[in-house]
C-alpha cells in the first residue's frame, strides 16, 4: 500500500483478512491521507512469505520495527512474485503508473474535445438548414 502522505515509501505487510478492509483500518488510524492498495496475492503461507519479503527488503526498509520500504511499486510487485513464486494463488496489481495516468487523461481531453468539435459541426450545420 501506498500513501501520499509518506512519498516514496510502501507498507508491505500480510492480512488474514480482505485487503481493502486492512487499507481501510489503517486509513482511519490517524493517518494524514487514505492508503492506497497498490497490489495483492492472495497465499496460504503468506506469514512466512512476509518474513522472506520483509528479510530481503532489509536494506530499503524505513524502520526495524515498521513495514514500510523505500521502494517503488513496480519493484516491489516484482520482488514480491520474485519471492513468492508459485505459492501466489492469485494477484491483482492496482497499481497505475503517472505516465499510463497521463495518458488516460490526454486521451479523455482528446475525446472530449471530439465532441464538442462534433457538437460545433452540427450546431453549424442546423444553423444554415434554418437560414436556408
Known amino acids: 500500500m501506498s500513501n501520499p502522505a509518506y512519498q516514496g515509501s510502501l507498507k ?26 497498490e ?18 527488503l532489509a536494506g530499503v526498509r524505513v524502520s526495524p520495527k515498521k513495514e514500510f520500504f523505500t521502494i517503488s511499486v513496480p519493484e516491489a510487485i516484482n520482488k514480491i512474485r ?29 475525446k472530449s474535445q471530439e465532441k464538442a468539435k462534433e457538437w460545433q459541426k452540427r450546431t453549424d450545420e442546423s444553423k444554415k438548414r434554418k437560414v436556408a
Request: aromatic content about 6%.
Open 82 to 110: 520474485e519471492i513468492a513464486g508459485n505459492r501466489i494463488e492469485s494477484d491483482k496489481v492496482f497499481y497505475v503508473s503517472p505516465e499510463e495516468l497521463q495518458r488516460i487523461k490526454d486521451e479523455k481531453q482528446r
Open 39 to 56: 497490489y495483492r496475492a492472495l497465499s496460504e503461507d503468506y506469514e512466512s512469505l512476509e518474513r522472506e519479503i520483509h528479510r530481503s
Open 12 to 37: 508491505i505487510g500480510q492480512s488474514g483478512k480482505d485487503p481493502e478492509g486492512r487499507r481501510k483500518q489503517l486509513s482511519s488510524t490517524g493517518v494524514l491521507e487514505e492508503f492506497v492498495l
